[in-house]
């Protein structure tokens, strides 16, 4: 399967732990954008990444969230110190290159705060 | 104003029949759109891509874009029960690398 992966699928946190959400583009991708979906409403991006490098980050909270995406291996979006706000569905797309392209998303992580 | 703006609906129609979904966009500029359809529970999938003027066809589907009215709309021929969804309306804005998503129709198609 050459599609988007991302892990885990559902993930529970209590307040005040880490979560970390990884996201693994297509083959051949190298942009990768993170979005969350909160219940009933519409994807509010958070960051676009390049390998290694952080475009666009416009959409990140200021604190308590980070992402990167390694020369090696997935990206990943950070939220330390977690809250119930935090709860939502976080999707990855991936597209082969910047603008105007498709992006492929994939299944999404469920992050539960209790 | 939002960046993209849909009726949230809920629409629907008969089997067999048109169903309609419009979206407009505040960015002039802007250059890219896309139709994504989403199961409940499930993540978006593409439908359709459209950067020109006009109509573009795929199938049952068929992208339509005005960019002087800021209009795109998709239109879904022989509708099926199982294009019962909620269909979100994606553009890329000139100035920047975001895709402003809207907050999606939901569509059931009656058997």
């Known amino acids: 399967n050459a599609g988007v992966m991302q892990n885990p699928r559902h993930l529970v946190r209590r307040r005040g732990q880490e979560a970390r959400l990884r996201c693994s583009p297509m083959?051949?991708?190298?942009?990768v954008y993170w979005y969350r979906q909160l219940p009933e409403e519409g994807l509010k991006f958070m960051v676009y990444?390049?390998?290694?490098?952080?475009?666009?980050e416009s959409g990140m909270p200021k604190e308590r969230f980070s992402a990167e995406f390694p020369k090696e291996g997935p990206s990943i979006l950070r939220i330390q110190q977690v809250v119930r706000g935090d709860s939502a569905a976080y999707f990855c797309?991936?597209?082969?290159?910047?603008?105007?392209?498709?992006?492929?998303f994939g299944p999404g992580t469920r992050l539960t705060v209790l | 104003q939002k960046e993209v703006e849909q009726n949230s609906g809920p629409l629907s129609v008969p089997e067999g029949a048109i169903a309609s979904l419009n979206c407009t966009y505040s960015?002039?500029?802007?250059?890219?759109f896309f139709w994504y359809r989403q199961y409940s529970g499930k993540s978006p999938e593409l439908i359709m891509s459209?950067?020109?003027?006009g109509d573009k066809e795929d199938g049952r589907f068929t992208a339509q874009l005005n960019k002087a009215s800021q209009y795109v709309s998709l239109l879904i021929r022989d509708s099926q029960p199982s294009d019962s969804a909620t269909y979100l309306c994606?553009?890329?804005?000139?100035?920047?690398?975001?895709?402003?998503f809207g907050t999606g129709t939901s569509l059931t198609v009656i058997p």
């Open positions: 797309a991936s597209s082969p290159r910047r603008g105007n392209n498709e992006q492929f």
């Open positions: 083959k051949g991708h190298s942009h």
């Open positions: 990444l390049q390998k290694e490098n952080i475009i666009d």
């Open positions: 960015d002039r500029g802007s250059q890219s």
């Open positions: 459209i950067y020109s003027n």
């Open positions: 994606a553009v890329n804005m000139a100035a920047g690398n975001q895709f402003y």
